[in-house]
């Protein structure tokens, strides 16, 4: 069983750590880093903890594209909300984003739904419908024989995920909050089905409220401690690529692919970025994930029914890592079924960057006000 943290041996001065927080969350990557920046700005005494470094989860692999339309109308609403926020970010001294705009494929089938999702998105941000013969006159490398058209939002682009979880972090710890690295939570500690905090590698750290943040770790962690993970929360893997093509010459947008499977966007000029989920369900997240070069050739392959190639199409490296997979694509952002006090925020499939302050916005409001933030 865990101690409580205390002081230097023999000192009698109390610890930070000795006063419950208000909220303490578990996991350092873009979602934690929001959440956290979110109720520092807001006056809450927060504690955050990461057991490796932060943004070293599937924050730091991401592609960091940050666009707003998606198939599921409330990812939309979530990263339209989000969108002004990344956009601010250099005024206040953090990253930039890269504007190269990006394109989400649409199918014939999705044509309708999709267009009318596109006039209610106008007035919250840039966004345009780019039927398929428009389409082959501005991007005429794309192939559009398949598709009805695109949305097109040319102000979107992409971002360091891991720099922008560094820079929300840096600007709560400026207001006198605590973020812990190499600090692994071991359990939750609860009272009478009421969270009292997390059992961790240094100790017992109290808090009134504890926000779970841990990605692909969820199943691992949930198992550990005997918790009620949310059923359909899921690890798998990614493998993402970079494909040399001098005949893109410009920064390519940012694109989305539903149909192949496929996303994507510029690593520099003349250089696209491919990446592909894969079919490896439950991976341990702490188990080496190697790049695999079979895999490299089967994304080149799916990238080139998309892209017409203006010559031999060459591999320039990858990775291969994972994220936490919902079926159904959605976020989760729920209180705990059984304890009280206790919040998931996890299984992003991937959108987990461009949502992030608006699922923020909701856990502030879910766990300090009880409702949903809508």
């Not at 058209?149 to 891991?162: K, L, N, S, Y």
């Amino acid at each position: 069983m865990a101690e409580d943290f205390a002081g230097p041996a023999g000192s009698s001065t109390p610890t930070p750590f000795q006063t419950p927080f208000d909220a303490l969350i578990v996991g350092g990557g873009i979602a934690g880093a929001a959440i956290f920046h979110r109720l520092a700005r807001s006056g809450r005494r927060v504690l955050l903890i990461e057991k490796s470094r932060f943004a070293q989860g599937a924050t730091g692999w991401s592609s960091g594209i940050l666009n707003c339309y998606h198939a599921c109308e409330k990812l939309t609403a979530l990263a339209c909300a989000s969108f002004p926020k990344f956009m601010d970010l250099e005024r206040q001294g953090g990253p930039a984003v890269r504007r190269s705009g990006a394109l989400h494929f649409v199918s014939h089938a999705q044509e309708k739904v999709t267009r009318e999702r596109v006039q209610e998105m106008r007035g919250l941000v840039p966004v345009e419908w780019l039927a398929a013969d428009e389409g082959a006159r501005r991007f005429p490398h794309i192939r559009w024989n398949d598709l009805a058209g695109a949305v097109f939002e040319p102000t979107a682009g992409h971002i360091d995920p891991a720099e922008v979880t560094r820079f929300w972090i840096a600007k709560a710890r400026a207001k006198g909050q605590w973020a812990l690295e190499g600090v692994e939570a071991r359990g939750v500690a609860q009272d009478g089905g009421h969270v009292v905090g997390i059992y961790s590698s240094m100790g017992l750290l109290r808090a009134h409220r504890v926000i779970l943040c841990v990605g692909a770790w969820s199943r691992k962690l949930a198992g550990a401690g005997g918790l009620a993970l949310p059923s359909n929360v899921f690890s798998r893997s990614v493998q993402c690529d970079a494909l040399a093509d001098t005949s893109f010459a410009q920064e390519h947008p940012a694109f989305l692919d539903p149909a192949l499977g496929i996303f994507g966007r510029s690593d520099s000029p003349g250089m696209l970025r491919a990446g592909m989920a894969l079919s490896d369900w439950n991976i341990d997240p702490d188990s080496p994930i190697p790049h695999s070069p079979q895999q490299q050739m089967a994304v080149r392959d799916v990238a080139g029914q998309r892209f017409q190639w203006g010559g031999p199409i060459r591999g320039a490296g990858g990775w291969r890592r994972f994220d936490a997979f919902t079926p159904d694509g959605e976020a989760v952002v729920a209180a705990d079924e059984k304890i009280s006090g206790l919040y998931w925020a996890t299984g992003f499939s991937g959108h987990g960057l461009k949502i992030a302050p608006a699922v923020a916005a909701r856990m502030e409001a879910l766990a300090f006000d009880g409702t949903n933030g809508n």
